[in-house]
């Protein structure tokens, strides 16, 4: 059997023929009207008011830090388990991160182990794997701790809490549009908000903090983390068939989660599959010795596969933070690891994988 990749991109004809008669209609590639247009359709699904499309996640957190006023003198809260861009973006600020632990079920923020700081002016709350816990209970934590909330929605594109979309419930919040994603374009992302003022300074600061579009005169430092419209005809094909992407993923946990049910030394975390389409495919196995010979057993029967997330606070450049603080986030997520999940996976190959897993439970 051909190597199964753990997640691969999802590329149609349609893809292929936009980006064909784009390439010949004399578009400049930069970025223009279809990532305006790009942006547009983003807003539009998610229902908020705009979307500012740039090159990462990455930057999109930077920027909507940098638009809340976040800098040296500040701190922020992030989960000790997420991508190191999360706090990385803090750094860049010059604000302090603030690590925190998470819940067993979600993996996502544990409220009640915040602890906060007369410097703490922010939360970045990580939808991670499209789940999210209370986001009612979230905002109000913000709300009543006179926090801006930053929702990390990188990995939660369509999922949804209490039938309204992540990514709408913050002052801010960010996509990412890498290979992984539900929607990709390569690398990029978008900054969502409903305030003018914060969609104003990201859009300044992309482009060189430019006064007017298209001129040369600037009233702050800014960058050049403009998109480009070749990825965004990309983008644009993706979102118009994003509901059948959604339900694709939806369809792969389903599957899943169905032949793997009851299996001894596989456990899923809860997910309420009728509003959340999961990025990857999350198992847990009893420990981390045996999930590290199951990458290795996947690996040799051509079966891709990845661990978890390390906690942050094992990161080299993090080890000013203490270990052992973090008991969920250093436990289970080093026992964690993702199967293959690309949106084009086909239930056959699904059933191949999942035998495998059975046999290597079985076996030992």
């Known amino acids: 059997m051909k190597f199964i990749q753990q997640i691969e991109p999802f590329i149609t004809e349609d893809d292929i023929k936009a980006i ?10 930069t970025e223009f009207k279809k990532t305006a247009e790009f942006g547009q359709m983003i807003a539009d699904f998610l229902g908020v008011k705009q979307a500012v499309v740039v090159t990462s996640g990455t930057v999109a957190l930077y920027l909507s830090l940098l638009a809340l006023g976040i800098g040296p003198n500040d701190s922020v809260i992030v989960p000790n388990y997420t991508m190191i861009a999360g706090p990385n973006s803090v750094k860049w600020t010059g604000a302090d991160v603030i690590l925190s632990d998470v819940e067993k079920d979600t993996l996502c923020l544990d409220l009640s182990k915040v602890e906060l700081k007369k410097s703490t002016k922010a939360m970045m709350y990580v939808s991670i794997n499209g789940r999210s816990g209370n986001m009612d209970e979230v905002t109000k934590f913000c709300k009543d701790n006179n926090l801006f909330l930053l929702e990390d929605a990188c990995q939660a594109f369509g999922s949804k809490w209490n039938n309204k979309f992540l990514g709408t419930f913050g002052d801010v919040a960010v996509f990412s549009f890498t290979p992984h994603k539900i929607i990709t374009t390569g690398q990029g992302g978008a ?18 903090h430019r006064t007017a579009p298209a001129t040369d005169w600037h009233d702050g430092i800014g960058f050049n983390f403009k998109f480009t419209d070749l990825q965004a005809v990309i983008g644009i094909e993706q979102m118009k068939i994003i509901d059948f992407r959604v339900k694709k993923k939806k369809g792969i946990y389903r599957k899943y989660r169905e032949l793997l049910d009851g299996v001894t030394g596989v456990e899923m975390l809860p997910v309420d599959i009728d509003q959340t389409p999961p990025w990857f495919v999350d198992i847990i196995l009893p420990s981390q010795e045996k999930r590290d010979r199951m990458i290795a057993c996947l690996k040799e029967n ?17 080890s000013d933070y203490p270990k052992g603080n973090f008991p969920i986030s250093e436990g289970i997520v080093n026992r964690g690891l993702w199967l293959p999940s690309s949106i084009g996976l086909k239930d056959e190959v699904i059933e191949y994988v999942c035998q495998k897993v059975r046999n290597f439970l079985k076996d030992r």
Request: charge should be positive; charged fraction near 20%.
């Open 302 to 318: 051509n079966i891709g596969s990845r661990p978890f997330y390390p906690p942050i606070n094992h990161q080299p450049i993090y």
């Open 191 to 208: 900054v969502v908000t409903n305030n003018h003022a914060i969609y104003q300074k990201v859009k300044k600061l992309k482009d060189f």
């Open 20 to 29: 064909n008669e784009y390439l010949r209609s004399g578009g400049w590639l």
